[in-house]
């Protein structure tokens, strides 16, 4: 057991480290720690490797030096597959451009992570689920439509939604709130942090936007604790 969330040590990362070639460190991040339940802001500008640094964690990105374990794994002791299982039972990822699916339902897309995953919906009900984020996500009157027939802020509600079904331990929202105007921003923060008060999951929220630290107890700058 960890008592850590997230826990990186010595970790340096560059693209296309196999080919051998000179290629410029993205990260290299001698210490961080994430306790379970924290909400963090995780601040970086524009190109300073916060993408690098999700996908990393949500393990799409692999760890070729240093440690990094998520949710008690050790990432770089882990096959692909097993980091693809991680992530689909334990993690919601929301991102910057939505990525929801045109031609399934809003209540399909919502619960397609577990559909995936049948591990994620242990125990839980979700159908009844579904109908629970919809209905708190202000979406009920859109349950059975397309995504196409809502507006950006419904979307990105929705892609809210489908993070957190099933009840993952671990939320990464990689700038979620880039293309909303200030009132969606607003309503969007305000409806992601209730739901982080009722199940307290890990939430690691990135933006370049300084505004949106306001929000959160804690704050993280990458340029601080990325020493490239
Ligand atoms: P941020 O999310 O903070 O804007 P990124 O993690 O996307 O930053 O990018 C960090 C650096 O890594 C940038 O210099 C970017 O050009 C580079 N980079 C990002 N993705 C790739 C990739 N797939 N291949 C090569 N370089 C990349
Ligand atoms: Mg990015």
């Given at each position: ?14 693209y ?49 030096t ?39 339902t ?31 996500l ?22 809210a ?35 982080w ?32």
């Amino acid at each position: 057991m960890t008592q850590n969330s997230i826990r990186i040590k010595d970790l340096r990362f560059s693209y296309h480290s196999q080919l051998k070639i000179e290629n410029p460190l993205v990260l290299n991040i001698p210490e961080l720690s994430i306790h379970p339940g924290e909400k963090i802001f995780l601040y970086g500008p524009s190109g300073f490797g916060k993408s690098t640094l999700l996908n990393i964690l949500a393990g799409v990105l692999q760890v070729e030096t240093g440690e990094v374990e998520v949710l008690g794994k050790s990432l770089q002791f882990i096959s692909q597959g097993e980091r693809d299982h991680l992530r689909g039972e334990k993690i919601g990822y929301i991102f910057q451009i939505f990525n929801l699916i045109p031609y399934l339902t809003i209540k399909e897309n919502i619960q397609l992570p577990c559909l995936i995953n049948k591990k994620r919906s242990l125990g839980i009900d979700i159908e009844a689920q579904a109908e629970e984020l919809i209905s708190t996500l202000g979406l009920k009157d859109f349950a059975d439509k397309l995504v196409t027939d809502l507006s950006i802020g419904q979307q990105q509600r929705v892609a809210a939604a489908r993070a957190l079904i099933g009840n993952p331990q671990l939320i990464i929202a990689d700038e979620p709130t880039s293309s909303l105007d200030e009132k969606n921003t607003h309503e969007f923060m305000n409806l992601l942090l209730s739901e982080w008060e009722k199940r307290k999951f890990t939430l690691i929220f990135v933006s370049h936007d300084t505004r949106l630290k306001e929000y959160f107890p804690k704050t993280i700058s990458l340029p601080d604790i990325n020493k490239i």
